[in-house]
């Protein structure tokens, strides 16, 4: 049996993925954009989960993008495979409705940081290096860059950092929004066990509503999107942790979710 590409590990409903292939900086390769797929075909099936963390194995590389050396001689079809096989896996990762946590240890770079903008949390180590460098190969970003970057910090930086191909700190990633959250590269494991602990304290459907209610009205006009924000708020009436987080507030205790 080949040896597995992900290491997968679970505690209260967060289940944390690691791609291991750290003598490689965890580079995407067809093999390990497979089993990620497969692995979150398995979580979609699943209503217990609370969270996603999504890391890479070692302290040098988050992923850092894809396998250039698999890459270097496709025909023009063969890349186009590649790239809608690399793009339905991180869309798999970005439609899963739960909150979904990039954990950024060292070089995030090409695939890696369209990994990360597949997630709605990035929490970066202050040695993270974040670039789209693909115009440097002779070709562009193929997983998502072109189009979720200049939606996370703004056309014009998305053209900045694509059309040099330059590589910008964990300061300057916090300062334009790619990620949430620099810590110093000791307590990323920390930090992330506190945010989980923050989500298990909040109603697990409201979460999965609120997920929704951005990710789908982000791509309608205003009165479509709030339209769809007022129906999942009054289907939030409709279940047990509605009655349950406002019968605690008013009896002054602690919801049990």
Known sequence: MSEKLIDVTEKEGVVRLTL???KALNA?????IAELNQVLVELEQRSDLRAVLITGA??????????????????????RVFASQALTTIKRLERL????????????????????????????????????????LGVIPGFGGTQRLPRRVGPALALDLITTGRKIDAAEALRIGLVNRVVPAGELDAVAEELTK????????????????IHDGMDQDLDSALALETSLFALGFAGEE????????????????
């Open 20 to 22: 291991n292939r750290p």
């Open 28 to 32: 995407l390769n067809s093999a390990l």
């Open 58 to 79: 070692g302290e040098k590389s988050f992923v850092a993008g894809a396998d250039i050396s698999e890459m270097r001689d496709k025909t023009p079809e063969e890349a």
């Open 97 to 136: 409705p739960v909150p979904v946590v990039a954990l950024v240890n060292g070089f995030c770079l090409g695939g890696g940081c369209e990994l990360a903008l597949a997630c709605d949390w990035a929490i970066a180590s202050d040695n993270a290096i974040f670039g789209q460098p693909e115009v440097g």
């Open 198 to 213: 923050q989500f298990a304290g909040n109603g697990r459907q409201a979460i999965r509503a609120a997920k929704q209610a």
């Open 242 to 257: 509605q009655s349950e987080g406002m019968g605690a507030f008013v009896e002054k205790r602690k919801p049990n979710f």
